[in-house]
């Protein structure tokens, strides 16, 4: 973006007069990433472009001013900034980075490297909790993000890669590095990203790549949440849900054989203190849902030394196999961190029973609550009639 040779000669008090918030009072507006002066409010604009050319643009007011932005005195000081930053030595940039680092994470946690050519910088997450819209969980640990700017020419962010160096062992026969990544990379960097299309993410990666690297340490605020964040809307390349040792399987338990099946129901209704719901159309049809803490405590009723019980593994009921997984092995790590090889830890098999609460198998939770939202919504009808 080219600042106007006029505004650049104006005081901060003579720039508060001609330039404005409300795009409609301001003199200057940002189009295209360009600066338009409104010489007036009906038709004629001027573009000034590079400095040196003015061009006559004529077009409808009303769909110009929608698709432009206000300039404002913080355009100027941030192309000023950009300017001098673009002018700067390698050290300065170097001192730039280590600042906007500085004030997001301990220097124990980055490091900044540079060839001559490029400026790298590494950021290291000792353990980050990725979390759904499912609210299941899943911990990665030891996450390497490697960053290369430019050394020279305009200041901006080049590309950007992710490694991992530590596993655990159900990981590792998932081949899961990252939700957002496909990469199946173990002691490797892999520049496989998704970032969704105009999420806050990639618009702000864009804006490194293609304008400035102002405001980087608002970037790895931003970088830190998507690292923590599975969406399950936007189609991930791989699912927490899915990271499980190969000697664990789902089973399917048919609930048919139980045939005293409005017996238990009965039992489940008598015992609940109270019965929480409410209304949805599901299909355009009228339905009735029971809310989670009603299901909760029916998966409490339900889950007793009577019945039986099976892993719950990312809500999906489990049984381990009788055998035990032999340890992983890897090649070696290629994943450098301030001057020393990070090794590559496949962590040992544990217990998955260890892990995971015994629960009623869904199946029959699933039954259960059904079959008294049937019986409700029927209730609630008939009395309606």
Aim: hydrophobic share 35%; charged share 25%.
């Amino acid at each position: 973006m080219v600042i106007p040779e006029k505004l650049l000669k104006l005081s901060e008090k003579e720039l508060q007069k001609v330039l404005s918030k409300n795009i409609y009072k301001s003199k200057y507006v940002i189009r295209n990433n360009r600066v338009f002066e409104i010489l007036a409010k009906e038709q004629k604009f001027i573009v000034t472009e590079n400095e040196v050319k003015e061009v006559n643009c004529w077009t409808d007011p009303g769909e110009f001013f929608k698709n432009s932005l206000p300039f404002t005195t913080n355009n100027i000081r941030e192309v000023k900034s950009k300017t001098l930053l673009d002018k700067s030595t390698v050290e300065a940039r170097i001192k730039y980075l280590s600042t906007a680092l500085g004030n997001v994470m301990d220097e124990e946690y980055f490091n900044i490297s540079n060839d001559g050519e490029y400026i790298a910088v590494i950021t290291h997450y000792p353990e980050i909790t990725i979390t759904n819209s499912t609210e299941h969980k899943h911990i990665m640990k030891d996450v390497y993000i490697q960053y290369y700017f430019t050394s020279y020419g305009e200041f901006k962010l080049l590309d950007m890669y992710i490694a991992r160096t530590t596993f655990s062992y159900a990981e590792y026969k998932s081949e899961y590095v990252f939700s957002h990544s496909d990469s199946s990379s173990f002691g490797s960097y892999s520049s496989s990203f998704c970032f969704g299309d105009k999420t806050p993410t990639a618009i702000a990666i864009s804006k490194l790549k293609k304008e400035t690297v102002l405001g980087f340490s608002s970037f790895l605020y931003l970088f830190r949440e998507y690292l923590g964040w599975e969406s399950q809307e936007g189609r991930p390349y791989k699912n927490i849900d899915d990271i499980k040792a190969p000697n664990m399987f789902n089973t399917s338990y048919s609930i048919y054989w139980f045939e005293d099946k409005i017996a238990l129901i009965t039992k489940v209704i008598d015992s609940l203190p109270k019965l929480k719901y409410h209304y949805g159309l599901i299909d355009n049809k009228f339905t009735i849902k029971l809310d989670s803490a009603t299901i909760d405590a029916i998966d409490d009723l339900l889950t007793t030394e009577d019945t039986d019980n099976f892993l719950l593994v990312n809500g999906v009921s489990s049984i381990e196999k009788e055998e035990k997984a032999a340890s992983g092995s890897v090649s070696d790590s290629s994943i450098e961190f301030k001057g020393k090889i990070v090794p590559i830890v496949i962590e040992p098999y544990v217990m998955e029973i260890e892990k995971y609460p015994m629960r009623v198998h869904r199946n029959l939770l699933n039954l259960v609550v059904l079959a008294i939202e049937k019986q409700l919504e029927e209730f609630i009808v008939t009395k309606k009639l």
